[in-house]
């Protein structure tokens, strides 16, 4: 099993940056597979990102590609996402999970940390 605690949302405009973290308890992270989701107002939660667990194979929507980076540093329990040239659009809760398959559907994933708000202004 493993907890999940994301960081570092907040408020940016349109076009910059921002880097989120998932930080990881539990013995199980490196073998896991790592997710970023999002989840807007009224709408539902949404794949953004994947990796697999030892890094080396990462999947992302099509609406961030080339923008987002996902990465992880087993080493130090946490999956992290790279954001750039950011949009309003993009404004959301993201949400980090993992699980045992590799992938975009959301209930291929079995721990979910709480979320951190991501504000795009335009």
């Known amino acids: 099993q493993v907890q999940l605690v994301e960081s570092g949302g907040g408020l940016v405009q349109a076009g910059g940056s921002l880097r989120l973290s998932c930080a990881a308890s539990?013995?199980?992270?490196?073998?896991?597979?790592m997710g970023w989701f999002r989840q807007a107002p009224g709408k539902e939660r949404k794949f953004v990102a994947c990796i697999s667990s030892s890094g080396s194979s990462t999947y992302y929507a099509d609406s961030v590609k080339g923008r987002f980076t996902i990465s992880r540093d087993n080493a130090k329990n946490t999956v992290y996402l790279q954001m750039s040239s950011l949009k309003p659009e993009d404004t959301a809760v993201y949400y980090c999970a993992a699980g045992t398959y590799y992938g975009a559907i959301a209930t291929g994933y079995t721990y979910w940390g709480q979320g951190t708000q991501v504000t795009v202004s335009s």
């Open positions: 539990g013995r199980t992270f490196s073998s896991s597979t």
